[in-house]
């Protein structure tokens, strides 16, 4: 197979979360471990850092590798989705894994794949623990998928486990209070191995705290170490601030960045304390301003357009939701042009609720299975006050949409992921 005919396979063959949703969800690491035995384990052979949370956790771990790759270290960066090409999924020091490697990966296990018939996550995760391993990365940061306890990659033994926050999402297979989706979090807490949280709760400290103990493992909350100083927003896509001995300037920008970043910069404190990697505060400076060269990020506060000024943002749950609107908020657009689309397993009427009345709406679906349709979505955005058109694209949708904004206006795309990925 080339490379196309290997992406059909894996797309059409495995059952992908991200395309059917829950379906494609396996709720023990059975298949994990049968496809680690397959490969070697090659998660042994590498360094590592997991990281997990309802939000944060792709800008985390997106920062911590750029930080790596500024001291030097042959960083390997798991995460997903992605949003144009599966590739993203797999990176060493910001370079997408070769489309020869994925053939070949995929030629040399292809037949044991239809035994163990893996879901494309499972698969996913042993390309990347292999690819990592054959490379000699001397470092990876391993991002969760979904949850954490029974999450494909918590089959690794890391040098440090972050938990980035915890608000609802996923409820179906996490649970349905924030004290059950943390148990689930925290199951990537490992024996001796030190862990940050990113975000303190009353509701939810107790379960990290819990299972510290249980583990022997060092527990920081990230909130309570230092208080951010000073901070300057340059202009919607460029932040400076202040944290511990850090003067940081952030090309992602905005207030959920600031706790990504507390977060991260704990985590390379505690690394420094605990193990043998060494981080030097320059290379977390320039580890922070240069993340989007370094790993090629995107998605996430993602300026589109000039003018009139467009951003795209994959935030699509309550949390992440809340803290992008407040944004476009303090924008002060004459008019916001929100070109609109979600998957149909969310809590879409909490979501609708949370919307500006005042925006024109431009009702889209995503390209994936999961997609809301555009004229569903538009009846129920009416009742709670949300008014527009409809497109059978989100291109049509964000080229209307700059069409008709004014320069002094905003045009904002977002909802779910999948809708960001048709424009970025």
């Known amino acids: 197979m080339n490379y196309k005919e290997t992406l059909e396979y894996l797309f059409n063959s495995l059952p992908m979360f991200h395309r059917v949703g829950a379906a494609a969800y396996k709720a023990n690491l059975d298949n994990t471990y049968k496809l680690m035995d397959l490969t070697g384990h090659p ?35 798991y995460t997903s989705p992605h949003l144009k090409d599966f590739r993203e999924r797999i990176k060493i020091n910001g370079v997408m894994i070769s489309e020869e490697e994925v053939v070949g990966f995929v030629e040399k296990y292809k037949s044991n794949f239809e035994e163990i018939q893996p879901s494309f996550f499972e698969m996913t995760v042993a390309m990347a623990f292999s690819y990592f391993a054959k490379e000699n990365v001397d470092i990876a940061i391993i991002e969760t998928g979904l949850g954490g306890r029974l999450d494909s990659t918590n089959v690794i033994h890391p040098l440090l486990s972050i938990i980035t926050n915890i608000d609802f999402d996923h409820t179906a297979l996490l649970g349905n209070t924030l004290v059950e989706i943390a148990g689930e979090k925290a199951g990537i807490i490992k024996k001796n191995v030190p862990v940050v949280i990113g975000e303190s709760s009353v509701e939810t400290d107790s379960v990290f705290i819990q299972k510290s103990i ?32 850090y003067n940081l300037s952030s090309p992602l920008a905005g207030k959920y960045q600031l706790k990504n970043l507390v977060t991260v910069c704990t985590a390379i404190d505690l690394l420094n304390n605990c193990t043998d990697i060494q981080i030097s505060p320059k290379n977390v400076e320039l580890g922070v301003r240069n993340v989007i060269k370094n790993t090629q990020f995107v ?31 303090e924008l002060q657009a004459k008019t916001l042009h929100f070109v609109l689309g979600m998957v149909n397993d969310k809590d879409i009427d909490l979501a609708l609720s949370m919307m500006p009345k005042n925006a024109v709406y431009y009702f889209c679906k995503a390209d994936i299975p999961r997609g809301l349709n555009q004229e569903i979505l538009a009846q129920m955005a009416q009742k709670f006050g949300l008014n527009g058109s409809c497109y059978s694209s989100v291109n049509e949708a964000y080229q209307v949409a700059l069409k008709n904004a004014k320069p002094e206006d905003v045009v904002f795309v977002g909802g779910s992921t999948f809708t960001v990925a048709e424009v970025v």
């Open 214 to 245: 249980i583990e022997d493992a060092q527990i920081v909350f990230a909130d309570k170490v230092n208080l951010v100083e000073d901070v300057e927003m340059i202009n919607p896509f460029l932040m400076n601030f202040k944290f511990g001995n």
């Open 43 to 77: 998660y042994e052979k590498f360094k590592s850092i997991h990281v997990a949370g309802t939000n944060g956790k792709g800008s985390s771990s997106h920062f911590l590798a750029s930080i790596m790759q500024e001291q030097g270290l042959k960083t390997g960066l």
């Open 299 to 329: 998605g996430r506060w993602h300026r589109l357009n000039e003018s009139p000024l467009a951003i795209a943002d994959t935030g699509h749950n309550p949390h992440g939701l809340s803290i992008v609107l407040k944004q476009l908020e």
